[in-house]
């Protein structure tokens, strides 16, 4: 971006993969800038040779991949254990940020850097510590009206808010953080959360850092049920943490009729949260995709 600030810092991008090798080996070859020292991948050891034998095609025999594995002993699947793992790793080794990203989100260099750079810009202005968000595609909706607040500092530019699958975290709150082990999902919440409540205010997206990511592929957390199983636990571990957080809505809504169709035996290819599809739509019905007829 024309005008902007570099800074040179170093910069870790850590991601977790549990069941997807195929998927994995699909966004290295579309980001092979991803093929570097400082890129920490958290795979558990019973998965490590389909995932060798699907990076070989892309590095060949001898394997010449320089990219860290990390082994995760995680035999629940637990989402906070694998960021755990590879959060000890990289804050031994010190880099001035990390970035939590996921197995099948796709960003690009240029966006990896903006990421970075205006995280770092931001820092430096305001002397706290900052965590930067990727701007998702859906942004410009949802975000709409945090968007009119942006601020251009050193050349980038950031609105206020707080977003996950793909941000950069500072060392100076990494290295004092850990993820609970009964985070089987959620664990960015519970990150955030703790971080708001240590008194950090600084949460930032930057508009100049663009991924895209697809949702409820196969492995992962694992089908529909485990992945209720995952979130359900994981409310109960922020529930403990932070009863005042979670209590703050003064109730907890449940969607009642989409439980009870569950409970009769009803299927859904996802969860509600995030779904852009309502309750009714989810359950026991079918999308209708309209097609314009072209002359």
């Known amino acids: 971006m024309l005008g902007a600030e570099f800074r040179p810092v170093s910069v870790a991008v850590l991601i977790p993969s549990r069941g997807r090798p195929d998927i994995l080996a699909k966004t290295l070859a579309?980001?092979?800038?991803?093929?570097?020292?400082?890129?920490?991948?958290?795979?558990?050891?019973?998965?490590l040779?389909?995932?060798?034998?699907?990076w070989e095609p892309l590095y060949g025999p001898k394997n010449l991949k320089k990219f860290q594995v990390v082994t995760v002993i995680n035999p629940e699947g637990s989402v906070g254990i694998a960021r755990e793992r590879l959060r000890e790793l990289a804050v031994f080794n010190k880099y001035d940020w990390y970035v939590a990203t996921d197995d099948?989100?796709?960003?690009?260099?240029?966006?990896?850097?903006?990421?970075?750079?205006?995280?770092?810009?931001?820092?430096?202005?305001?002397?706290?510590?900052?965590?930067?968000?990727?701007?998702?595609?859906?942004?410009?909706?949802?975000?709409?009206?945090l968007i009119k607040r942006k601020e251009r500092v050193?050349?980038?530019?950031?609105?206020?808010?707080?977003?996950?699958?793909?941000?950069?975290?500072?060392?100076?709150?990494?290295?004092?953080?850990?993820?609970?082990?009964?985070?089987?999902?959620?664990?960015?919440?519970?990150?955030?959360?703790?971080?708001?409540?240590?008194?950090?205010?600084?949460?930032?997206?930057?508009?100049?850092?663009?991924?895209?990511?697809?949702?409820?592929?196969?492995?992962?957390?694992g089908d529909i049920n485990k992945r209720r199983w995952n979130c359900g636990r994981s409310i109960e571990q922020l529930a403990h943490d932070f009863p005042m957080d979670m209590g703050v809505r003064g109730t907890h809504p449940l969607p009642w009729q989409m439980i009870m169709k569950l409970r009769a035996g009803a299927t859904v290819d996802r969860l509600m949260g995030g779904a852009m599809r309502k309750e009714e739509r989810l359950v026991g019905s079918s999308m209708k995709i309209r097609v314009r007829k072209r002359s």
């Open 49 to 54: 040779e389909t995932y060798y034998d699907a």
């Open 104 to 145: 099948n989100a796709k960003f690009t260099a240029e966006s990896l850097n903006a990421l970075v750079q205006s995280a770092e810009a931001w820092q430096s202005r305001k002397g706290k510590p900052t965590f930067m968000a990727g701007m998702h595609s859906t942004a410009p909706h949802f975000d709409r009206n």
């Open 154 to 221: 050193g050349g980038w530019d950031t609105y206020p808010g707080i977003g996950f699958i793909f941000h950069a975290i500072p060392h100076a709150w990494y290295e004092k953080y850990s993820y609970p082990p009964c985070c089987f999902a959620l664990e960015d919440r519970h990150m955030m959360l703790s971080a708001i409540n240590a008194g950090l205010t600084e949460f930032r997206v930057c508009m100049a850092a663009p991924y895209s990511k697809s949702r409820y592929q196969v492995g992962g957390q």
């Open 30 to 47: 579309k980001m092979p800038f991803l093929n570097d020292f400082d890129t920490y991948i958290g795979i558990e050891p019973q998965d």
